[in-house]
């Protein structure tokens, strides 16, 4: 079973639906709904942090759920929002990007490890976002996986633990590979997935 952070945002059935067509069990919590003993104990074989408005120190327990998942070992992986939330939990400054972004397709270059693995670079996907990880702050526990040709990070990953972030969203339709960069998290994160009725 996944569980699913909710940010108060649009996109997070987007990703539910997604999840949900691989397979994937997914229990979804609002962020002020649970505290991070109930959600550590839930059973959850990896944890989803998803996209929403403002920062990640308004994102309810996710700073806090994501560093007690780290202790663990529990697997993660952040939508926009929920990258920031790992950039900032490690010790990462986030910071307004020069260019508020709705909507726009981005180019993005990454280095085919994680969720990118398998997939061709540079590729397509959809931004909607004002804020970034400051790629100067970031600890040395994390990685830069993805990012725009002018550096702005787009992708993070940690050294040592499945923790991973994506500033894009894959779950909107116009992304390019979006279900298999949620399948290669999956897979990484041995989630349990049940079999999946192919479309008459």
Known sequence: MLLLIDNYDSFTYNLVHYFGELGADV???????????????????AIVLSPGPGTPQQSGICLALTLAAAEAQLPVFGVCLGQQTIGEAFGGTVVRHSEIVHGKMGVIHHNGTGVFRGLPSPLQA???????????????CLEITAWLEDGTIMGLRHKERLIEGVQF???????????????????DAGVTLSPVEAAS
């Open 27 to 45: 229990n979804v919590v609002r962020n002020d709904a649970w505290d991070v003993q109930q959600a550590m104990g839930a059973g959850a074989q």
């Open 126 to 140: 959809t931004r909607y976002h004002s804020l970034v990880v400051d790629r100067d702050s970031l600890p040395d």
């Open 169 to 187: 969203h894959p779950e909107s339709i116009a992304s390019e590979h979006g279900h298999q960069m949620i399948a290669n998290f999956l897979e």
